[in-house]
């Protein structure tokens, strides 16, 4: 570790991987009660689960997100941080207030809730994704602002590069986009139309450049590859993801109320959506063909690839599969949302996450080369069983989702089964996900035991021979 206010990384890297085992346990009571409604009701009903696994996703992200910008920016920038203490202060005002906001969804009613926290006086709670109290929101924009602040300042007080260029445009961004949370029309139409400028703004548009960023550090640290080269990459698959992914926002506004002009530009810039990805998959194996170094913290090389292959799968071509506004007419809503809203977030922002805190805690942790073979061996199988289990969800999720259009959307006389009896026939195709999800949360617990495996550290990172 180059530079000692790196550490700073560690408490959120931390507390990001608590925050997402929480967030699969909640998946988990969500799988069984898909199976069984009464399960843990009343004292945890569908609604609060959903609504605490949802944010619980939101929150752990950005906490590694936040803790990969404070590890990388003062190696590429070549100076110390330019607040340390802030970024602690920062740390603990954004735990304590996610943790204040998850225990009032799970023992306030949200009625309640809204009064307690006197969302009347500024209405913005109760919509999907968005559920935080206004307060919260509010103690949101303070963090972020002294987050970007403190990165801002690293920045230009330091070298420039590229990684750090785009990684700060895409903190801007999510800053920016942030502040729709607070606008709360009375026309519903109005409501759902801004409301994607957060939702898909961030997880299509600005998350994607933070991403690419966070992937070229750790490809230039554990591959040798020339910067220059590994720019020109990110410069081509920076501009695909603004180009398809602004424009491509349209395919939310469909059967809002939007222009029906929305139904060609949606689907023509979505459907460009998957370039970005596919070429992050020929970067990703680009950078190892050219590789210079044979780095011994071999795991983090394989997330960083993984990140590649399943961001395409599950951002590209699952998105892909339901975009176009014929077959989105009938599959909006279903479970091939579902199977594409998982993998999706899983391939593209767990994984890079994973990868920066598998290639940086190590080094935190006094082994710059990586754990111990022992523990990268477990760790590799964490990673097989994560995929594997993340695939059969979605596998299993796409299966239910052409149940429920067969069973329920499809039909144009009154042969259609209504909602809650589509939901009953669907329940076998529920349990196979359950089983998958149970796989998934095997390799993430072994994930955290591969921290504790003890064993002879590597040696040095090797020159490969040209």
Not at 138 to 157: A, D, E, P, Q, R
Not at 173 to 195: E, H, Q
Request: charged share 10%.
């Amino acid at each position: 570790m180059k530079y000692t206010s790196q550490m700073v990384a560690k408490p959120y890297f931390t507390f990001a991987l608590i925050l997402l085992f929480g967030q699969i346990l909640f998946g988990l009571i969500l799988g069984i009660q898909y199976i069984d409604g009464d399960f843990l009701f009343p004292h945890i009903p569908f609604n609060v689960a959903r609504m605490v696994h949802t944010n619980l996703l939101i929150v752990w992200i950005l906490f590694g997100f936040m803790g990969a910008a404070y590890y990388l920016v003062p190696e590429e920038s070549e100076r110390e941080l330019y607040s340390p203490k802030l970024a602690i202060i920062t740390f603990w005002v954004f735990a304590a207030a996610g943790v204040a906001t998850i225990l009032g969804y799970l023992f306030v009613p949200y009625a309640e809730l809204t009064e307690l926290t006197f969302n009347h006086l500024f209405p913005t709670m109760g919509r999907e994704f968005l559920e935080q109290p206004t307060i919260t929101k509010i103690g949101i924009v303070l963090v972020v602002v002294s987050f970007v602040f403190n990165i801002s300042m690293t920045i230009l007080k330091g070298r420039k590069t590229i990684i750090t260029m785009i990684l700060l445009t895409g903190l801007f961004g999510l800053g920016f986009f942030w502040l729709f949370a607070f606008y709360l029309p009375d026309s519903l139409v109005l409501d759902k139309y801004f409301w994607w400028f957060i939702v898909h703004m961030w997880v299509e548009g600005v998350w994607e450049l933070i991403m690419g960023a966070i992937l070229a550090f750790v490809l230039i640290k554990v591959t040798g590859v020339d910067r220059e080269y590994i720019e020109k990459w990110l410069y081509v698959i920076v501009a695909l993801t603004m180009v398809s992914g602004l424009v491509g926002m349209g395919h939310h506004f469909f059967f809002i109320g939007t222009p029906g002009y929305w139904l060609w530009l949606g689907s023509i810039f979505s459907a460009l959506e998957p370039m970005p990805f596919f070429l992050m998959i020929l970067y990703a194996y680009s950078m190892v063909d050219k590789r210079r170094i044979d780095h011994h913290n071999k795991i983090a090389l394989t997330w960083a690839i993984g990140t590649a292959i399943m961001s395409f799968i599950g951002a590209g071509v699952l998105g892909f599969l339901h975009t176009l506004a014929p077959v989105n007419f009938y599959t909006h809503g279903t479970q091939l949302t579902a199977a594409h809203g998982h993998s999706s977030f899983f391939g593209a922002y767990a994984m890079i996450i994973i990868t920066i805190v598998s290639y940086a805690m190590p080094i935190m942790r006094g082994r710059p080369n990586g754990n111990s073979f022992q523990a990268q061996k477990v760790e590799r199988w964490a990673f097989w069983l994560m995929v594997i289990g993340m695939l059969g969800m979605t596998l299993a999720m796409v299966a239910a989702g052409v149940e429920q259009i067969m069973l329920q959307r499809w039909p144009e006389s009154g042969a259609a089964l209504d909602f809650m009896s589509t939901q009953a026939e669907i329940i076998p195709t529920y349990t196979i996900r359950m089983i998958f999800g149970s796989i998934f949360t095997i390799g993430l617990i072994s994930y955290f035991v591969s921290f504790f495996v003890k064993g002879p550290l590597p040696g040095e990172a090797k020159e490969v021979s040209s």
